[in-house]
């Protein structure tokens, strides 16, 4: 797939965070989808998002190297909402983004994008996400981050490594974004 492609389909498909937000809200609406094993999970991402987005003071060296983009980009992020690396993650690279007009952040799910998303799997193999592509106004690749910090990885292969199950090392990997409050994004 061409950048063109994935061009038009920011522009056709891709939401603002605001609407990722709303649509997500709706779902946990939907009295058929408080049925499905995502439901809490979903909700919970969802109370996450919101209280970092709020809470989150973006660094003064951040600020820097924001304000210092001056060129216009396209910051692409493939997610969805039950993913708690998204929540954990997307408040905070949507807060960084805010601080220069520049930067255009637009969000595609990543089942409607699998094509797309299958252009930046994790090791080369993997749909992990949330996966942040940035383009320049040529749609030229800058940079791509995701899933996760570097460091926040290391806690999940440890943890794998020292053979705990899933649910243990998503508690550890939890506190330990609870503990970084985005300072090692």
């Known amino acids: 797939m061409s950048i063109?492609?994935?061009?038009e389909r920011i522009n056709k498909s891709g939401l603002t965070y605001a609407?990722?937000?709303e649509l997500t809200q709706q779902k946990l609406s939907d009295d058929e989808f408080k049925k499905n094993e995502k439901y809490?999970?979903?909700?919970?991402?969802l109370q996450r998002s919101n209280r970092i987005y709020k809470t989150y003071t973006v660094s003064e060296q951040v600020k820097e190297l924001i304000?210092?983009?001056?060129?216009?980009q396209i910051w692409m992020?493939?997610?969805?909402?039950?993913?708690?690396?998204?929540?954990?993650?997307?408040?905070?690279?949507?807060?960084?983004?805010?601080l220069n007009s520049l930067i255009e952040l637009r969000i595609l799910l990543r089942y409607q994008n699998l094509d797309i998303m299958d252009m930046y799997l994790t090791n080369g193999k993997s749909r992990s996400i949330p996966k942040l592509v940035a383009f320049d106004k040529d749609g030229n690749e800058l940079f791509q981050w995701g899933p996760r910090p570097k460091e926040a990885q290391l806690v999940v292969d440890l943890s794998i490594?020292?053979?705990?199950?899933?649910?243990?090392?998503?508690?550890?990997?939890?506190?330990w974004y609870s503990e970084d409050k985005g300072q090692t994004l």
């Open 40 to 45: 809490d999970v979903t909700k919970l991402n």
């Open 77 to 98: 992020v493939i997610t969805e909402d039950w993913c708690g690396d998204s929540a954990q993650n997307l408040p905070y690279i949507v807060k960084i983004a805010e």
């Open 19 to 21: 609407k990722f937000l």
């Open 67 to 72: 304000h210092s983009i001056n060129k216009p």
């Open 4 to 7: 063109s492609r994935i061009s």
């Open 161 to 175: 490594k020292n053979g705990l199950d899933k649910n243990a090392y998503l508690e550890k990997l939890h506190l």
